[in-house]
């Protein structure tokens, strides 16, 4: 299995390009299906789990072509079959957005039943009330969720928590539904905003995407739009941790400030100097890291989605901090692995308790999740000596050459297949 080798404290320096939301990518893209003419989705990010599902539409007749690594054709004309196999689910959650936009267009869809996954048990009721609420008949047998209805009819659905992936679904099956639908506390992510933005491109009447209710009035038909997908906020948080941990100076460019206000306002609280520009952010971490407190909340709050990567900047600050997970339930799988490169992490519950320690010193590590991945590649990059990072596909599922971005900031981290490709890297750097 392919691993990160990685040679620490080389502070990062220079710039890099951010490329598109992953999560908005795959809404997106299931969304197009739902046109009846050609779609073209730019600043498509090439990570695994946008090839697994663009691999999941063509397995259901979808006209999927690439013309170029971050542009994709989508024509959902010719869908034959309303069936999404396990394989795909199993793979990536978000193959459940498919449910939405077939039940949303031809009223009848099969989607495996997602598992969880390594952070919490990962629930699909609200997804499934919402459906209800629209007239659909859900079912679940054999592992299968099955959907139908004669039509679907605009309802007022509010939901118990707040979803992302609730909010995109109910949306997505409630656009060509006959009348208004409400939705009430829902997501106010910007992947659900660009999901909204680019159903409208379509023709849907959809209202109220980033506010607490979405209205969306149904239509009969969506057309053919050309649609670029927002950047990522989490891959745009992720570098900007790397400088923090590693004492760096970059500036990560084609992102929106807006979205990464919670994230960078906790860097400034840990004594980090940020710049905003209208499409770039640069950030000097030059002083002594700071303690802080963070708690993950739904957007705009602190990101979940960033809570392993901010812990292990904190876990080099000088003083206590405190993390509290409040969205998933198992979230701090990678602490034991951060403890083995000397972190002073003590896990009660949702609350993490870190106290910094001088400095991360190198060693083998395993990736338990794309996030926590990433976060271990970070403390690699701050750590004294050599780390290995295993299981690095689950950081391929999420960030587009990750070592090829670092290393262009000055990182000295390579892909080993083998032992024998460690021991060159270490001989290269030593
Ligand atoms: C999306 O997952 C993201 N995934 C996650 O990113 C992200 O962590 C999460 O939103 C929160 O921002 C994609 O967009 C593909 P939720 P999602 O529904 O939609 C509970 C990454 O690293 N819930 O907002 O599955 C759920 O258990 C991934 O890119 C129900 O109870 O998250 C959780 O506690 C990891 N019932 C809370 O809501 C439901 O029907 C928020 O989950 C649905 C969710």
Redesign the pocket.
């Known amino acids: 299995m392919e691993q990160y080798v990685i040679k620490g404290m080389v502070p990062l320096s220079g710039e890099v390009e951010i490329g598109g939301a992953?999560?908005a990518a795959?809404?997106v893209l299931a969304a197009s299906i739902m046109a009846d003419e050609t779609v073209k989705i730019e600043n498509v990010p090439d990570v695994r789990?946008i090839s697994v599902l663009l691999s999941a539409m063509e397995q259901i007749g979808a006209y999927v072509h690439r013309t170029d690594r971050h542009t994709v054709l989508i024509n959902g004309r010719n869908i034959d079959s309303l069936r999404v196999d396990y394989e795909y689910i199993s793979k990536?959650?978000?193959s459940y957005y498919l449910l939405g936009a077939l039940l949303g267009k031809y009223k009848r869809a099969e989607v495996a039943f997602p598992g969880g996954c390594d952070?919490?048990?990962?629930?699909?009721?609200?997804?499934?009330?919402g459906f209800r609420s629209l007239g659909a008949d859900v079912e679940i047998e054999h592992g299968l969720i099955m959907a139908h209805a004669n039509h679907l009819d605009g309802g007022h659905i509010y939901l118990?928590?707040?979803?992302?992936?609730?909010t995109?679904n109910i949306m997505l099956a409630s656009s060509m539904a006959r009348g208004r639908t409400v939705i009430e506390n829902v997501?106010k992510?910007p992947?659900v905003v660009d999901v909204a933005n680019f159903l409208n491109s379509c023709g849907a009447h959809i209202r109220g995407a980033g506010t607490d209710v979405i209205r969306i009035d149904g239509v009969e038909k969506l057309h053919g739009t050309e649609y670029s997908i927002i950047p990522d906020q989490?891959e745009a948080g992720t570098f900007l941790c790397a400088a923090a941990a590693t004492g760096g100076d970059i500036t990560i460019r084609n992102v929106i400030p807006k979205h990464l206000e919670a994230t960078n306002a906790k860097l400034i609280e840990m004594g980090c100097e940020l710049v905003e520009y209208d499409d770039a952010v640069r950030i000097a971490a030059k002083n002594t890291l700071l303690p802080t407190s963070v708690t993950t909340l739904?957007?705009p709050g602190f990101?979940?989605?960033m809570q392993p990567q901010v812990t292990t900047v904190l876990g080099i600050a000088n003083g206590t901090s405190v993390v509290t997970e409040s969205?998933?339930?198992n979230r701090y799988r990678y602490v034991d692995e951060l403890s083995r490169m000397g972190a002073s992490i003590q896990v009660e519950g949702n609350t993490a308790i870190i106290k910094g320690v001088e400095k991360y010193t190198g060693a083998r590590v395993c990736a338990p999740?794309?996030?926590a991945g990433a976060a271990l590649v970070i403390a690699g990059l701050a750590a004294e000596g050599i780390t290995t990072v295993d299981d690095i596909y689950y950081i391929q599922r999420?960030y587009e050459d990750f070592e090829g971005k670092l290393r262009n900031l000055g990182a000295r981290i390579e892909v080993a297949s083998s032992e024998k490709d460690v021991r060159k890297f270490e001989l290269k750097v030593s």
Do not use: C, M, Q, W
């Open positions: 992953k999560n795959l809404a789990d990536i959650r978000a952070i919490g048990s990962r629930p699909i009721d609200l997804h499934l009330k118990d928590k707040v979803s992302v992936g609730a995109i997501a992510e992947h989490i739904v957007y990101p979940t989605d969205i998933f339930e999740d794309l996030r999420g």
